[in-house]
């Protein structure tokens, strides 16, 4: 596996796991799945124990639970099927507290809202969700003569009852609370981890890897569209001399200050990046050749006339270019093949050179 294809899978798999969205959804249908079928078989199972009532409503929470996840299938508004999801659920647990389900025991099913709730409807909305659940319930404790509440809760169960709940409620939200502080560390780790895979890390300039993605792009909008475009392969004349004599650190300093003086001559439109040691590669959309020659000449007096000091001592930088349009080419190999052979020529013809030769009127066309 190239390099290439292992940073595209490790990014693919920082986006797949990030994607709450998607998860969370996920997650909603399939409960909705298997609590429809656990409801059903509770429910055949109270029908059989004759418990019709109570059979036929958890039939139609079953069904409702179904629908929505068929309604989300067809619709995909994913917001409208947690929602109805998170309320659907709540119903059904005051149902089962109210009520007592089978032998007084449905209360015992709420243990599991709140992970679920922190889990669906986040931190602020869950406490919310909870607080409004909790005074429902207290409301059923408090007025077990209504009508519609059927369960029996004695003092004791119900202080046992409160106060377990409210442990698996605080330890919920601290599990939920390091998951999504985890995620967010996730996210800023895999956002670094995508720059860097993109960057020059002395630079700051878009890397090989980064450029060679731009000129795909910039490529399919020319095989779309006839757009035209150009490149300028760049090299610092003479490098190894400033290394040798001036030592690695100012070659950082040149290199540096050089990627500073193309991208501030450059237009916003183009991209500079470094193309490897002490090459830096120029993409120009929409530029003819004679236009990318006149970039480049200007770039070329530009390093020739700037005045780099390191530590008190000047050091004097010219560049070489090599200048392709794609309109000379066939495709991008070619087109970078040709950029290639330029710059040698302009290496071999004494350096500090743009080839093709800029004639006059290339730099009337700047």
């Given at each position: 596996m190239t390099q290439d294809q292992s940073d595209k899978n490790n990014i693919k798999t920082f986006s797949s796991i990030l994607d709450e969205e998607a998860n969370v959804t996920g997650v909603i249908r399939g409960i909705s799945y298997a609590g429809a079928f656990t409801l059903l078989a509770i429910g055949v199972k109270s029908w059989f124990s004759s418990h019709p009532y109570h059979a036929a409503t958890l039939f139609v929470f079953a069904g409702i639970l179904i629908l929505n996840s068929i309604a989300h299938s067809r619709h995909q508004n994913s917001s409208l099927f947690r929602n109805l999801f998170l309320w659907?659920?709540?119903v059904l647990f005051l149902y089962l507290i109210a009520s007592g389900g089978e032998s007084n025991t449905g209360i015992l099913w709420f243990y599991v809202f709140p992970p679920f709730v922190f889990y669906?409807?986040?931190l602020k909305a869950g406490w919310w969700?909870?607080?409004l659940m909790v005074v429902f319930i207290a409301l059923i404790f408090r007025n077990p003569e209504w009508s519609w509440i059927s369960a029996q809760y004695d003092a004791d169960f119900q202080i046992r009852f409160a106060a377990s709940v409210s442990f698996v409620t605080v330890f919920a939200f601290v599990m939920d609370y390091s998951r999504r502080k985890a995620r967010e560390e996730l996210l800023s780790m895999a956002n670094l981890y995508e720059r860097a895979a993109r960057?020059?890390?002395l630079t700051q300039l878009p890397n090989r890897r980064d450029m060679r993605q731009q000129l795909e792009k910039e490529y399919f909008r020319y095989k779309r569209h006839g757009s035209?475009?150009?490149?300028?392969?760049l090299d610092i004349d003479h490098f190894k001399n400033i290394n040798d004599n001036f030592g690695h650190d100012a070659g950082d300093y040149v290199l540096l200050k050089f990627a500073q003086l193309l991208s501030d001559t450059c237009r916003k439109?183009?991209?500079?990046?470094?193309?490897?040691?002490?090459?830096?590669?120029v993409l120009l959309p929409d530029t003819s050749l004679v236009q990318a020659l006149a970039m480049a000449e200007r770039l070329r007096k530009i390093v020739e006339a700037e005045r780099l000091v390191y530590k008190s001592r000047e050091i004097r930088v010219t560049t070489s270019c090599g200048v392709c349009s794609i309109s000379q080419t066939k495709d991008l190999s070619s087109l970078l093949k040709q950029a290639?052979?330029?710059?040698?020529?302009a290496k071999i013809k004494g350096r500090n050179l743009v080839i093709p030769l800029v004639v006059q009127k290339a730099e009337e066309n700047v």
């Open positions: 659907l659920v709540g669906v409807a986040g969700m909870m607080g960057t020059d890390e035209y475009f150009s490149v300028i392969l439109i183009d991209t500079t990046a470094r193309w490897g040691g002490e090459e830096f590669l290639d052979i330029n710059l040698y020529q």
